[in-house]
């Protein structure tokens, strides 16, 4: 199948409020005009540098969502380039994405990561420790948390229903309270394996690399 009739059929398969992230890493600048052309918005990045790289060779009213680790290093690098960054996951680097946003005066809209399956090999904060970070967040001007995202442990579809369920669950909560800086207006969880278990419990931003893509390689 070709990326555009990948898109419809997602897009089929998703609520008209689930917003679609097209996963473009690897990927080249064709195939991204490819899924452009068919009205795709919305670019996931995982690096900063292709990010950077694509935003300039790409329409500027791309979508650029960096949802891979942000090194507090490379924080400057992508001010008022990126759309959403999905992977804030630690004061230290919540920290410097205020202090680079304030010195350019715009707002960093930003997701916190959570570590949901407590993966080692996963970047992410644990729930134990993320009421510091968002007391953290509230004492920030520049920075506006926008909701969650979690990478989850591959498992069966009833893992993955609980992982999201769990994340759901967090997101409610922090709903109930009124925190300054905080909203939770989006919940992305979902990729191309479980997104339609993702939206069933409760995702609204679906993050899709191969679904779209076809196979990655890495290697190339
Ligand atoms: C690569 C990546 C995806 C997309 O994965 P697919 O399995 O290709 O859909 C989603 N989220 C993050 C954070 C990624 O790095």
């Known amino acids: 199948m070709s990326i555009k009739e990948n898109i419809e059929m997602i897009q089929k398969d998703i609520p008209p409020y689930a917003n679609l992230i097209a996963v473009s890493k690897t990927r080249t600048i064709d195939e991204i005009k490819e899924a452009y052309e068919t009205g795709v918005r919305d670019f996931g990045e995982n690096k900063v540098q292709e990010l950077i790289d694509k935003t300039e060779n790409l329409n500027s009213d791309i979508r650029w969502h960096l949802i891979g680790h942000l090194q507090t290093n490379k924080v400057k690098y992508i001010v008022g380039k990126v759309h959403l960054i999905h992977s804030l996951d630690s004061i230290k680097l919540l920290e410097e994405i205020e202090k680079r946003y304030s010195i350019k005066g715009i707002n960093a809209n930003v997701l916190i990561q959570i570590n949901i399956g407590r993966e080692e090999s996963k970047t992410g904060i644990l729930v134990e420790d993320l009421n510091e970070l968002l007391k953290a967040c509230e004492a920030c ?15 069966d579809d009833e893992t993955c229903r609980k992982y ?23 919940l992305s969880i979902g990729m191309t394996g479980d997104y339609k278990l993702a939206i069933l419990e409760g995702s609204n931003m679906i993050r899709v690399g191969e679904g779209i893509f076809g196979k990655r390689n890495y290697k190339l």
């Open 164 to 186: 999201f369920k769990e994340m759901k669950a967090i997101s409610d909560d922090i709903k109930k309270v009124s925190y300054k800086n905080i909203t939770m207006d989006y």
């Open 141 to 155: 001007c520049n920075v506006k948390v926008r909701g969650l995202m979690s990478i989850i442990p591959k498992g």
